[in-house]
């Protein structure tokens, strides 16, 4: 591999410290990285710090892309179209630091398929397995989806404070001084009260 100029980039972490240690990697691994870009856990749908690292790669001012590794672009499908478009557009090349993996400009397009190619796969197999847990649950007569709000012998709590004139609010801040969950382990609001109530009325 050529000597080449790099922009960097992390995924789901901004502190100084993971970014040290991976300009610390890169050293080791001869590349010179000119430039770093990440992304905090809250922006990692939107990548903010990918796409600048794309911008420096279209202006020219570098001649690739070094991530800590594969995972950290791991983008949905157009996504991936996007960012694999750009790199190949721009004559880039990517690095990948965890699996030492250099994609050469040419050979950037052929990952791109791989990679789409392995995403697919992966839906499919998500799919199948939640196809056959609902049908198993189907089977055995259990309800789908999440649990409701609480079980019955709450519901017919939360019916006797209600008619003792207890108020929505009143019933959840009772349920919560009694640390009562609901089946979702949250605490109890007057807008699930009212739920639970018009469901079961």
Known sequence: MQK???AGYLAKSKDDESQQRFLKRARAQNLDVIVTYADARAEISKRPGLWAAV????????????????????????EMSR??????????????LLEELWIAPE???TFAQLLQHAQAAESA???SRIRRALAKRR????????????????????KRMRASSFSLKQIAETLNQQHIKTARHKSWHPATIARILADHS
């Open 4 to 6: 080449s100029s790099f």
């Open 55 to 78: 911008a420096e790669l279209e202006k020219a001012r570098v001649h690739g892309i070094v991530t800590g590794s594969l995972a950290d672009i791991a983008l949905p499908l157009s």
């Open 83 to 96: 960012f694999i478009t750009s790199v190949q557009s721009a004559g880039g090349s990517l690095y990948f």
């Open 107 to 109: 050979q950037v397009a």
């Open 125 to 127: 197999h998500k799919s």
């Open 139 to 158: 089977l055995a007569k259990q309800p789908l989806g999440a649990p409701r709000y609480a079980d019955v012998e709450i519901i017919a709590d939360i």
